[in-house]
């Protein structure tokens, strides 16, 4: 098991810069997911660490020994692909031999390292089985046991759930967390669902334009954004547009102060509160909290457990609210009349602009 920590690293392929100042610490046996929409640099991060791409500029230390000029080889490193999961015309065992093969493993070790890895992704029973008689959920656990067997000092993962139907996934996600818990692997996941990088994670890396945005813990990456992106990216937010006056951030579409703010005064800013903190009441002008926002019914969507229920702002701004469903929520009309009320310390504001600070 090893730390992991990258220095300064930076890749470009061609005239494309993929990664600038990525700076990282990963502490030993800890779960570090890369999150990040499309586009954003997270494979290519994991395989340059995995050695499958060279840095530009850079280090990358595991338990404090560079390795960033080493071969994909001698890293010592287990991946699971994102592309594909397995070799489709190995069976399950020869699929997860595979690794020990290309290293010589001794025969005897090497079935007993295949049948523990087997035993442990719960395969075991599918062990002489064809690729292509599993499902796709077991074809996943294969690709994770191949990555597994080798002993790596650090398992790489790149959207490894992502092939599959929404319950598997959660399944899923709930027994790799287990598996790589007992293990204690230190662990380099990569996915761009949010929902799966707060549920996983020790630590969450959210990632933009090859640079990181922020890495915190699940829990402050949602309560504290570091900036605009972050705060938009991770869970649901409104954003109403604010000016700043005498160190102090007004609403634009109620005047109401949200909040006191450093900084140079006539700032464009911006203000955010999450949807759950939003307060729905049918009817204009009721001024129950401490900030209270008449808007039309733009739309209710209804799923279960909760309502989203969306509005719009005199000023033109969308405003969605999630709340327990009623039958009074559910029955206001599109168009109608309501109050959307909040507090001041479920706002944050932000510089306005795409990766705004948060002030
Ligand atoms: N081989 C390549 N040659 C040129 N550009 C590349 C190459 N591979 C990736 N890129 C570019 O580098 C950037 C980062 O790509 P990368 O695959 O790391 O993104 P990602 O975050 O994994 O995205 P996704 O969520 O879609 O998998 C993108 O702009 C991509 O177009
Ligand atoms: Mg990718």
């Known amino acids: 098991m090893a730390s992991v920590e990258i220095i300064n690293l930076r890749k470009s392929y ?34 340059t660490i995995a050695g499958f791409h060279f840095q530009d500029a850079g280090r990358i230390l595991v338990d404090g020994v560079e390795i960033q000029n080493k071969p994909a080889h001698k ?23 595979f690794g020990l093969k290309q290293r010589k493993v001794p025969a005897a070790e090497m079935s007993r390292r295949v049948a523990e890895a087997l035993r442990i992704v719960q395969l075991d029973p599918f062990a002489q089985r064809m690729p292509h008689e599993l499902s ?10 191949r990555a597994m067997v080798i002993n790596p000092t650090v398992l790489l993962m790149d959207e490894p759930l992502s092939n599959l139907d929404a319950k598997l996934r959660v399944d899923l996600r709930a027994e790799l967390r287990q598996i790589q818990r007992d293990l204690g692997m230190t662990t380099v996941y990569v996915t761009h669902d949010q929902e799966e990088a707060l549920a996983m994670s020790d630590i969450v890396c959210v990632m933009y334009n ?137 706002m944050l504001v932000f510089e306005d602009h795409d990766t705004g600070r948060r002030l």
Do not use: W
């Open 75 to 97: 890293r010592d490193v287990g991946m699971v692909f994102q592309d594909y999961a397995v070799f489709p015309h190995l069976s399950v065992e020869a699929n997860v031999a």
């Open 210 to 346: 090859g640079i990181i945005q922020q890495a915190a813990s699940p829990f402050d990456i949602y309560r504290l954004p570091t900036n605009r992106f972050v705060a938009n990216f991770v869970g649901g937010n409104n954003f109403l547009s604010a000016t700043h006056e005498g160190g102090r951030a007004l609403l634009k579409s109620s005047g109401s102060v949200v909040a006191d703010v450093a900084g140079p005064a006539g700032q464009a800013i911006v203000a955010s509160v999450r949807p759950e903190a939003v307060r729905v009441s049918p009817g204009a002008n009721i001024k129950d909290h401490e900030v209270s926002i008449p808007v039309r019914i733009a739309g209710i969507s209804f799923i279960g457990r909760e309502a989203g229920v969306h509005g719009v702002t005199e000023a033109g701004e969308n405003l969605s609210a999630t709340v327990r469903p009623s039958a009074e929520i559910l029955a206001l009309a599109k168009g109608a009349e309501a109050t959307f009320g909040f507090q001041r310390a479920d």
């Open 14 to 47: 061609g005239n494309v810069l993929a990664l600038s100042d990525i700076e990282i610490e990963i502490g030993t046996g800890s779960f570090y997911t890369l999150l990040g929409p499309s586009g954003c640099g997270k494979t290519t991060l994991l395989r």
């Open 136 to 145: 796709g959920g077991q074809q996943q656990r294969v690709g994770l046991a």
